[in-house]
Antibody, heavy 118, light 107 residues
Framework: QIQLVQSGPELKKPGESVKISCKASGYTFTDYAMHWVKQAPGKGLKWMGWINTYTGKPTYADDFKGRFVFSLEASASTANLQISNLKNEDTATYFC???????????WGQGVMVTVSS | DIMLTQSPATLSVTPGESISLSCRASQSISTNLHWYQQKPNESPRVLIKYASQTISGIPSRFSGSGSGTDFTLNINRVEPEDFSVYYCQQSNSWPRTFGSGTKLEIK
């Protein structure tokens, strides 16, 4: 069965970096784009961008340009999100989501809670 | 960017009632609109694609309608497990955007 399994929760200090992973299984990884979505505590969903899992090309929403990097370990069917110079406002749950060929998100990871606190 | 406005923000209902949730786009998005349900501490799951198309495995009490700028998610006879937050999302243009959500709560 298709699964997206994300790494575990993270507790970081402001200014540090974090890298979270999203391991896909049950399908051909390079056939479907991977998107990233942020959800701050008690808030709604915010689209961060996506990565072409065939070419590795990332695309970022405006609010996520600069400190955010999407990458792949295609041989391991894994997509990664790295956030540098963490700020308190980065405290959130980050989801990876597979984009169906029909442009909606059909499978989601379980989410990774990143807490930034001094 | 296309803004999606969902209303109401919160809807209090009794199980067994039938309800409609609204999602309005700031410009026409044809039928490029999808609905998701998110239960507490869970990931979202897709309910309806392209405004009105069904998703395999989703109960038939969920249906969608609309095109252009006005969209509706209908739940026919709300079940206890339906109390959660509902989001709309557009795939008409970049950046992809979500509505702010409607929380369905028990009256």
């Amino acid at each position: 069965q298709i699964q997206l399994v994300q790494s575990g929760p993270e507790l970081k200090k402001p200014g540090e970096s974090v890298k979270i992973s999203c391991k896909a299984s049950g399908y051909t990884f390079t056939d479907y784009a991977m998107h990233w979505v942020k959800q701050a505590p008690g808030k709604g969903l915010k689209w961060m961008g996506w990565i072409n899992t065939y070419t590795g090309k990332p695309t970022y929403a405006d609010d996520f340009k600069g400190r955010f990097v999407f990458s792949l370990e295609a041989s391991a069917s894994t997509a990664n999100l790295q956030i540098s110079n963490l700020k308190n406002e980065d405290t959130a749950t980050y989801f990876c989501a597979r984009r169906q060929l029909q442009n909606y998100f059909d499978y989601w990871g379980q989410g990774v809670m990143v807490t930034v606190s001094s | 960017d296309i803004m999606l406005t969902q209303s109401p923000a919160t809807l209090s209902v009794t199980p067994g009632e039938s309800i409609s949730l609204s999602c309005r786009a700031s410009q026409s998005i044809s039928t490029n609109l999808h609905w998701y349900q998110q239960k507490p501490n869970e990931s979202p799951r897709v309910l309806i694609k392209y405004a009105s198309q069904t998703i395999s495995g989703i109960p038939s009490r969920f249906s969608g309608s609309g095109s252009g700028t006005d969209f509706t998610l209908n739940i026919n006879r709300v079940e206890p497990e339906d109390f959660s937050v509902y989001y709309c999302q557009q795939s008409n243009s970049w950046p992809r955007t979500f509505g702010s959500g409607t929380k369905l709560e028990i009256k």
